[in-house]
């Protein structure tokens, strides 16, 4: 455990304020470079790290303010004989009116330099000789950018002033505030857990089409040179000296793009550059930088998330000449990446759309969406994580984010269904979804030490669960107030009192908990939720099915059964195995293949859909429902995965507050994503049965064969593991028999079952 010296820093003038830039600054001398040099690093809740000038990185990854981590940086190389300055630029969102709850808690900076030359050490932390400053360089009073995610920019880059370099003259500035010890269990940040995943990684990224160049009485040449990657001369000209104009130029970046921009602009006299962003061409102003005379190296301290970006230039007596116009993006560095390509071409091309939103997802945590609000709904988090174990091959992100829910866990047992901070928002079928993400994740690894972590929030929200159960033996009450009765986004289920899918979803809750209690020798406790799951499935067949429907109601009142039968109540049921195969087999007869319920539009509940489908042996359906619904998306332009969408809207819409294909139409507070992890189920599924191999036992270094081959000829692919590269291929002859190959890496075994059509090859 490390041992910190350092304390906890700010300005006490900036309590209570919102949007706080604080900059912050130290300087050391040193008789000799070390021989080696730490740097600790947090901040409440971001921040930047230089040294000489040199910036070493940013950070933290978000986390609870009781559960707070910091990044370490070896930086032993940038230190010099001399005078020395460590410089922190450091961010504060300072307000509780944020639609999920998340960057909570009072402005803090916390830093410790550890330093060895030969036998003698040095510690440099952050403590009250500090000097620090409110940044002159962003604006405070600036409007947000809305309810659910944090403030615009403005940025003044003529003050500028090279203040994280040596020999700067920081006399007029103030003493820092010391604001809590490291530690201080009373203090606003009790814990400190050192970061559990690697850094983020940068890649660069260039602007790929122009969409459009707007002269509005100004003038715009060479646009082109910003295009495409390199570090070739570039020299795009905007001419604003006319009263009013406002020259523009739309590039688009041909699909998601997260990170950072990076402009390099000449304006000899200055001017005003505007960037609006957006995942369509309906794009929102962010970000506003008031030029200095001459070069003006520009880059936004907030994270954005657009396709297409737009310069808008103001205000400017002479021609302003961008040198630079690309995107420093970040995404989580996962070391290898699967694939998979089959006889099918919209089938790959929907596969690899799923990869690539995920991607764009996992970041510090697995974020819902980039855009929006950023934060780890729990929901999303395990959709992605099933593909991340059949596309990456990585365990620490979803580990990291499965125990970020934990260690929210509210008193009375059950998990917020956001985070990564701890919140309000409960969601009685997300406290299921995240005991369905652990059952998950401990059989793709059997992670013995991540069980033992959560078992006690395990045991404690299955205890949340049996405590809502009424005299019917059913989970009562999912509908009060305060809670969010999710299920899917859609209105056309009936949330009111016992809830089938509710009890449905605690049912299958109960019987993965049943599983993981025997592994970790807790047979006591396993045998309870075994006879609790018995009852339960007793009771919502006893009270919740129609017998001349041949089907579950959405829900029991007091006045009754609900006349309301949906799909999702119905997929839930057969899903968590309340509903036997025989009547499973006849709801779809009578209810799917005859379209007689509400389409299903939200792409998260899909996931339930279509992996009941595969269990159910009906791939054929599974495969067209694929093709219809994401690839209703493709046909109109999708290039990531939407958070909704309605294939039976009209083709010119797309999700929109404006256009429809969302439950937030017309709701212009709400921004809608176009980039939403949750939608990208059909990548793990059709990893998982149209290349034919289960790695969901990987824990037990076991593989099967998943294969459900419907109507494809052919597929080839890899899927990344601990192990090594899993490869497979097959082929269907004239007969109908496949010819599978499978490679396996050394470690990893194969079950031996093949069905009597196919032959399967070790190579």
Wanted: include cysteine; proline fraction near 5%.
């Amino acid at each position: 455990m490390k041992e910190w010296k350092a304390n906890w820093i700010w300005d006490d003038s900036a309590k209570g304020k919102p949007n706080v830039y604080i900059e912050a600054r130290t300087c050391f001398s040193l008789p000799a470079i070390p021989d080696q040099a730490t740097l600790c690093m947090t901040a409440n809740q971001e921040y930047v790290a230089l040294l000489n000038g040199r910036t070493v990185g940013r950070g933290p990854s978000p986390a609870d303010n009781g559960w707070q981590y910091y990044d370490s940086f070896e930086v032993g190389e940038w230190l010099v004989e001399g005078e020395n300055v460590l410089a922190v630029l450091a961010y504060n969102f300072g307000t509780k009116e944020i639609a999920t709850q998340q960057f909570q808690g009072p402005g803090g900076l916390l830093a410790q330099l550890d330093i060895r030359i030969g036998e003698a050490s040095l510690c440099i932390g952050t403590d009250e000789t500090w000097k620090l400053r409110r940044s002159p360089r962003w604006v405070q009073a600036v409007s947000r950018q809305h309810h659910w995610n944090g403030y615009r920019e403005l940025y003044v880059a003529d003050k500028e002033d090279g203040w994280e370099l040596a020999g700067y003259e920081d006399a007029g500035w103030a003493h820092a505030d010391v604001v809590a010890l490291a530690l201080q269990a009373d203090g606003p940040w009790p814990r400190l857990l050192e970061r559990e995943i690697p850094f983020l990684l940068r890649e660069p990224r260039w602007p790929e089409n122009i969409v459009a160049i707007d002269a509005n009485y100004g003038a715009v040449s060479a646009s082109e040179s910003m295009l495409g990657p390199g570090e070739h001369d570039r020299a795009m000209s905007m001419e604003a000296e006319r009263p009013g104009a406002m020259p523009g130029v739309v590039f688009d970046f041909a699909r998601e793009a997260v990170g950072y921009m990076e402009i390099v602009a000449d304006a000899p006299e200055g001017g005003v550059l505007q960037m609006l962003y957006g995942e369509t061409l309906d794009m929102a102003l962010l970000d506003t930088f008031v030029l200095k005379k001459g070069r003006n190296v520009l880059s936004p301290f907030g994270r954005r998330a657009f396709r297409y970006v737009k310069l808008v230039l103001q205000a400017a007596p002479e021609t302003v000449r961008l040198r630079r116009c690309m995107l420093q993006q970040v995404r989580y560095p996962f070391a290898q990446q699967g694939r998979l390509e089959t006889s099918n071409p919209v089938l790959n091309r929907i596969w690899d759309i799923g990869r690539y939103t995920t991607m764009m997802n996992s970041q510090d945590h697995l974020e819902d969406c980039p855009l929006r609000e950023k934060a780890l709904w729990v929901a999303d988090a395990v959709v992605m994580g099933k593909l991340i174990a059949y596309t990456f091959g990585d365990k620490a992100l979803v580990r990291k984010c499965l125990l970020q829910a934990a260690r929210i866990q509210n008193a009375d047992g059950s998990i917020p269904g956001t985070g990564p901070e701890r919140n309000t928002f409960l969601l009685p079928d997300f406290c299921a979804h995240w005991l369905f993400g652990v059952y998950d994740y401990w059989r793709y690894t059997k992670d013995e030490r991540f069980l033992a972590d959560v078992w006690e929030p395990i045991r404690r929200v299955l205890g949340w669960f049996h405590a809502q159960l009424d005299e019917t033996g059913l989970f009562a009450k999912a509908d009060r107030p305060g809670w969010w009765c999710f299920i899917d986004w859609s209105d056309d289920i009936d949330r009111r009192d016992r809830v089938t899918a509710i009890s449905c979803f605690y049912y299958k809750a109960l019987r993965n908990a049943e599983e993981m209690g025997e592994a970790l020798g807790q047979p006591e406790q396993a045998r309870l939720w075994g006879e609790r799951a018995l009852a339960l499935r007793e009771a919502i067949r006893a009270h919740l099915w129609l017998d001349d429907a041949g089907a579950f109601a959405d829900c029991l009142t007091d006045k009754g059964l609900s006349s309301s039968i949906t799909l999702q109540t119905n997929f839930a049921a057969i899903w968590s195995g309340v509903m036997t195969q025989p009547e499973a087999g006849q709801f779809l007869n009578e209810y799917w293949r005859t379209g007689r319920l509400p389409d299903i539009k939200g792409a998260f509940f899909y996931h339930i859909v279509l992996e009941t489908l595969f269990a159910l042996g009906q791939e054929e359906i599974a495969y067209e429902e694929i093709a219809a619904y994401w690839g209703g998306m493709l046909e109109r332009g999708a290039t990531s995965w939407w958070e909704v969408f309605d294939p039976h809207s009209p083709d010119c819409t797309l999700p929109s507050p404006y256009q429809g294909n969302t439950p937030t139409y017309l709701m212009d507070h709400v921004p809608v994503s176009l980039c939403h992890g949750w939608g990208a189920s059909p990548t793990y599924l059709l990893t998982k049965h149209a290349l034919g191999i289960s790695v969901d036992e990987l824990g037990e270094k076991t593989v099967c064969l998943a294969l459900a081959s419907g109507t494809l000829q052919w597929a080839k692919g890899e899927i990344p593991t601990t192990f090594g590269i899993l490869k497979a291929e097959w082929s269907r002859n004239a007969e109908g028999r496949i010819d599978y190959c499978l490679w396996l890496p050394e470690g990893l075994q194969w079950d031996g079952a093949s069905p009597a059509n196919c032959e399967v090859r070790l190579m």
